[in-house]
């Protein structure tokens, strides 16, 4: 990056340090941090969409689509999330590629023989002489639309626990005034469900942030994958070689999650004393009394 | 040459913990070969989440009480015992911990005695520290928050009592506490034995394909092509080892609100919390 690096051999001392921590393996390993947090801005408003579907679908008045919602919802309640984990990005991958052999392959054999899974090679997703960036870029979409199922499963529980925190009384009010099932839902529900969802949110970003780390084993080039490989030890064959660092890597990871989980704590505080004005809750109460 | 199911039971029934056949099977998986192997990986997973459990209960107990002190010196250090193992992923914990335990000195001496210390970076002990400290951590915090929502009428009937002290403590504060503290602490243990599938996909290898039930449902998955098999299957064990935990403190629930009248007990009631 600098030109003092041109031969990281002659220098030594800070300037070696600056030019090991900019070395190009080292922006990517930044970069990566980005891609964490692009998983976040995705998987969090997608999630909090399917919650709202699954909770919704959970209180409906059709027997079948409520199955549906509380089947979701429970699933997660047993079984330990990473097995999802592991389970969708295959499944999902296999699902996809047999789908699309449907379409596009000649012959229509059952793909799951003996042990392999074959579909025709025009079937692969995406096809084997796609850039390694569609690779990586497909194996992201994989890990959102999982990361989404599972935490929308999640988000689904604690929506539904708010909708019916909702006091009845005001529900039957609406109803008095002569308001739909719908305008109640849009004007007096949606609005207060929020002050009872958010603790169960809240708590809910903290584990999404701390489900990141996850993405390596899903086979996305992660902060945790970069960590491994930046901190192994380097022989006198790499450019910059040094001795097994890898905890110095994982306790700056630490500090990073430490530090996210840590402002987003503070984050919620605020959200939910805002959210607290005018509720007939504990927090509401005390901001009346305090005149704020 | 093929075995009969029970055959294949007595084969790789205790494979996990290296009794039996050595060989994992390779080709023309049999659904008994996934259920017994896979079960058989369930031993891991019991045995962490058990030892964890009961080595974590009474530190997080100690825990939650530094917590409370007064005294900033014991204050500190549990708030930030219990910061820094919720902050973070469990999974970077292992990472860290296995990194920090390979780099030991191999033996040390202690007391003139030679000790070595590779043991510790297997999977039973390094990776069972790892969650013990870490289910601490969400206890302590747990019990902390019950310890200062015990209704202070209690406290004033006792002291009206004549107790104080120790024996208001062990008497009243604390069973109160483990009373309040019950229902989020059966979450709390279904959810660490959930966290056991971690040890062998973090830093933690598995010796002699020794390893956890999601550990053989991944092998199976990965030579078959095939997830639709393995991972119900493990998913069917958890889902009857999360029964039996929530039995379990289920009857410990109402030992601790034997005394109360049936409407005022507390009801054990799951909520979701995964990755930690």
Known sequence: MFEACADPRAIEGLTWAACYLTSGKHIDFYLSFLTVLLLLAITAPAALGMGFLGATAARSHIAPVSWLGKVYIWMVRGVPDIIFFLFFVIALDQVIEYAKSLAVCADHAWPWQGLEFRVCPEAKVPLARSSAFWHQAYGFMLAVVTFAIVFGAFVANVIFGAMNAVPRAQLETAEAYGMSRAQVFRRILMPQMWIYALPGLGNLWMILIKATPLLFLLGVKDIVFYARELGGSKTQAYEYPHGDWRLWYFLALMVFYLAFTHISEIGIARITRKLSHGQATAGGDALRRAGG | ?276
């Open chain 2, 1 to 276: 040459m093929s075995m009969t199911c029970w055959e294949t039971i007595q084969a790789y029934g205790l494979r996990s913990i290296g009794l039996g056949e050595n060989l994992l099977p390779r080709s023309d998986f049999t659904l008994c070969q996934q259920f017994t192997l896979i079960g058989s990986g369930m031993l891991w997973n019991i045995y962490f989440g058990v030892l964890a459990l009961v080595a974590g209960f009474f530190l997080a107990n100690s825990i939650a009480l530094a917590k409370g002190a007064r005294n900033p010196l014991i204050r500190k250090p549990a708030e930030w015992y219990v910061f820094i193992f919720r902050g973070s992923p469990l999974f970077i914990q292992f990472f860290l911990a296995y990194e920090a335990l390979v780099l030991l000195p191999n033996e040390f001496t202690l007391f003139g005695v030679e000790v070595g210390t590779s043991w510790t970076t297997r999977a039973w002990a390094g990776a069972l520290l790892v969650l013990f400290l870490n289910t601490a951590a969400y206890s302590a915090e747990i019990f902390h928050g019950a310890l200062k929502s015990i209704p202070r009428g209690d406290l004033e009937a006792a002291e009206a009592y004549g107790l104080a002290g120790w024996k208001k403590f062990i008497r009243i504060e604390w069973p109160t506490m483990l009373r309040l503290a019950w229902p989020a602490y059966t979450n709390e243990a279904i959810f660490l034995f959930h966290a056991t599938t971690l040890v062998f996909f973090s830093g933690f290898p598995a010796f002699g394909q020794m390893g956890d039930a999601l550990y053989y449902a991944n092998y199976f998955a990965d030579k078959t092509f095939n997830p639709f098999i393995p991972y119900p299957i493990v998913a069917f064990y958890f889902i009857l080892l999360t029964l039996a935990v929530t039995f379990f403190y289920g009857r410990v629930n109402r030992h601790l609100n034997r005394h109360l009248p049936s409407n005022t007990r507390s009801r054990i009631r799951l909520r979701p919390q995964l990755i930690r």
